[in-house]
């Protein structure tokens, strides 16, 4: 998982305020396991039936084995990325 959170992708800014290397200091001192991770999750990838249930997920080709935390950081980050 090191070598993992030493990619360009997961090291922030040196700009960065204190609360935010904190915060990265203890999410890559914790273990994490792997999962098969969609990648790209929001509403534009999930299929839903008639009654707004959903039914399947679309657009699979970001996926990719990641830390457990990635599926909800990522929506997050791009949900932000995006707001008005």
Not at 18 to 24: D, H
Not at 36 to 41: G, I, M, P, R, V
Not at 60 to 67: I, K, N, Y
Request: hydrophobic share 40%.
């Amino acid at each position: 998982m090191d070598a993992f959170h030493a990619q360009f992708f997961c090291t922030l800014p040196s700009t960065s305020d204190a609360a935010m290397q904190s915060l990265a200091i203890r999410t890559r001192a914790k273990k994490y396991r792997l999962c098969f991770s969609h990648c790209d999750l929001g509403p534009q990838n999930i299929l839903v039936d008639d009654n707004q249930r959903p039914v399947g997920l679309i657009d699979w080709d970001s996926a990719a084995w990641m830390p457990e935390y990635w599926e909800f950081t990522a929506a997050i980050h791009k949900r932000l990325k995006y707001e008005p």
